[in-house]
């Protein structure tokens, strides 16, 4: 089989979420023998063209690992006809079309570790998808969780995290439906992790505040998070709106803006004797404080 499959699998699945890290550890070891284990069986089934590991199955290329309860290989061409012998090696070396991890699925390049019940990479797409419970990618103080699925385009360089989508790093999370991370991939084969995209309504918690927001992004670089719509900052019982935030994950610093009225100077326009009025404003340029004092300790008397 491609030795290629099993680094790209290992890829998809670890490319990580650390804002403070930025730079992937992760390297695609292609030139590395793989090497496979299994507490029971390993089978070659020349009429469904796979090669499956059953029974705490382990493979292994280079730093990486994918440890599951069953690994299945699925590969094309070879000459599979009735009358092969059945000592034939017809298909040790053809093409591998797709990788399956299924059962207590554990991925991991150090210092990422990804789980879930099924893991596919469909070589052809480029597509690597991890599904089940529980589904994560750790590190010591970095976390990725999602409800529905884990995907990576390695066409693409993008990862997405569906479904209550959650990225936490020590006391600060970003959350949203649907968390999208972009890469870019490096001279030296790393991938460089540049910003995570969140389209749906997205809510960034840190030790000192709350965010809420319709929608935000996150540069990787500066350390910021912009989260724009409906755009609350919540400190204990005060809060602050407007219609876009800045959230400094490096100094702390949170600043709040209010949009200019779009077009609001504009006149009417008539056309065809009917008057238009101009579009609706955004916002009115304006942001919102309201803070509650201190509140006082009584003393009751005996």
């Known amino acids: 089989m491609k030795h290629q499959t099993l680094a790209a699998l290992a890829l998809a699945m670890l490319l990580g979420i650390s804002g403070a890290n930025a730079q992937t550890p992760i390297q695609n070891n ?10 029971s069986t390993l089978e070659w089934n020349r009429v469904q063209k796979t090669y499956t590991a059953r029974g705490n199955a382990i493979a292994r ?13 699925h590969y094309s061409g070879g000459q599979e006809s009735s009358g092969k012998s059945a000592g034939s090696t017809s298909g040790l070396g ?3 079309e797709k990788m399956t991890a299924n059962g207590n699925v554990e991925i991991t390049s150090a210092p990422y570790t990804a789980f879930g019940d099924k893991a596919v990479y469909d070589i052809a797409s ?11 990618i750790e590190t010591p103080t970095e976390s990725l969780t999602a409800q529905e699925k884990i995907e990576f385009d390695t066409a693409k360089n993008r990862l997405s995290a569906i479904g209550n989508a959650t990225a936490r790093r020590g006391a600060d999370s970003l959350m949203s439906d649907n968390l999208v991370a972009h890469f870019a991939g490096g001279s030296d084969g790393a991938m460089t992790l540049q910003r995570i995209v969140a389209d749906s309504a997205v809510t960034v918690k840190t030790a000192r505040e709350t965010v809420t927001g ?14 724009r719509g409906k755009v609350r900052i919540l ?9 876009r935030a800045e959230v400094d994950l ?14 609001a100077a504009r006149p009417s326009l008539t056309i065809n ?17 309201v803070f509650y004092p201190k509140k006082k300790e009584t003393t009751q008397t005996p």
Do not use: C, H
């Open 30 to 39: 292609s030139d590395a023998p793989v090497e496979i284990f299994a507490d």
């Open 61 to 73: 290329q280079g730093k990486m690992q994918v440890k599951s309860d069953t690994l299945t290989a």
């Open 94 to 96: 053809s093409s591998i």
């Open 126 to 136: 480029g597509m690597a998808t991890l599904t089940g419970s529980n589904l994560r």
């Open 214 to 227: 319709d929608s935000g992004v996150y540069d990787v670089a500066a350390g910021k998070a912009t989260l």
């Open 235 to 243: 400190q204990g019982e005060n809060w602050l709106e407007g219609t």
């Open 250 to 263: 490096k100094t702390g610093v949170s600043k709040l803006f209010g949009d200019a009225p779009r077009d």
């Open 273 to 289: 004797g009917v008057a238009t009025p101009p579009p609706a404003p955004v916002g009115d340029g304006r942001v919102r404080g």
